[in-house]
């Protein structure tokens, strides 16, 4: 509790005066930022563009685009603004930015990076299961090969590639409950987001019965 405590007030200090995190009124590539500033109870404008109900337009997004106001980001979303000045772009610079000014990156250079390192392992997985192309997005596939890829990667290769993870966690942890050293850290919400919100494709049951095997994610 003392340790969370200082973890808090150290971000604090290190905070900057105003943020603003732009994304869609959805998870998606924004869930972890908003994670990370959650546990930091770091206050932060959360703008929200609307997806219009049956429909993937979003009006407020494609007026902000055609205005240039996220052009920094080569017209996308997320987009983070700093003392309404400074913008960030690409959801992964957005994480690791906010996770280091919330004390979540280690407590040195070394652990910064193996902190990090995790992270991407997290990421390679998201990437490895947009690749088997069984989304709803994916329009490359019948609904029989993407029923028979879903069944793959949740049956065999995401339980292979989380066996994998927690070989690395065990060499990086060192106390339980912990993906790296012993306190909550960048690493621990990337396998929350993984595992238990932004899942692929929705399928939260596949995705935790595939990690079963793993206990320490």
């Not at 972890?32 to 770091?42: D, E, M």
């Not at 993937?56 to 983070?80: H, I, T, V, Y």
């Not at 993407?146 to 049956?155: D, L, N, S, V």
Request: overall charge negative; some cysteine; glycine content about 8%.
């Amino acid at each position: 509790l003392t340790a969370l405590s200082t973890l808090l007030s150290s971000f604090a200090l290190a905070a900057p005066s105003s943020l603003e995190l732009k994304y869609f009124d959805a998870r998606g590539a924004g869930e972890t930022a908003r994670i990370i500033l959650a546990l930091g109870k770091h206050e932060y404008k959360d703008t929200r563009y609307i997806i219009t109900p049956g429909s993937m337009e979003a009006p407020e997004f494609k007026a902000a685009k055609e205005s240039g106001a996220l052009d920094a980001n080569l017209g996308r979303a997320p987009l983070l603004v700093v003392d309404d000045s400074h913008i960030i772009g690409q959801s992964k610079v957005i994480e690791r930015y906010l996770a280091k000014k919330c004390g979540l990156m280690g407590s040195s250079d070394i652990e910064e990076a193996q902190i990090d390192c995790i992270a991407e392992h997290c990421r390679d997985i998201k990437d490895a299961a947009g690749k088997k192309g069984f989304s709803f997005f994916s329009r490359d596939k019948t609904d029989e090969e993407k029923a028979a890829a879903k069944k793959e990667w949740f049956e065999e290769e995401l339980p292979t590639m989380l066996g994998k993870l927690e070989k690395a966690i065990q060499i990086y942890s060192s106390g339980d409950g912990f993906a790296f050293g012993t306190s909550t850290s960048y690493a621990d919400v990337a396998i929350f987001s993984l595992l238990k919100d932004c899942t692929m494709q929705g399928e939260a049951e596949d995705t935790l019965k595939a990690a079963a095997g793993c206990p320490l994610l």
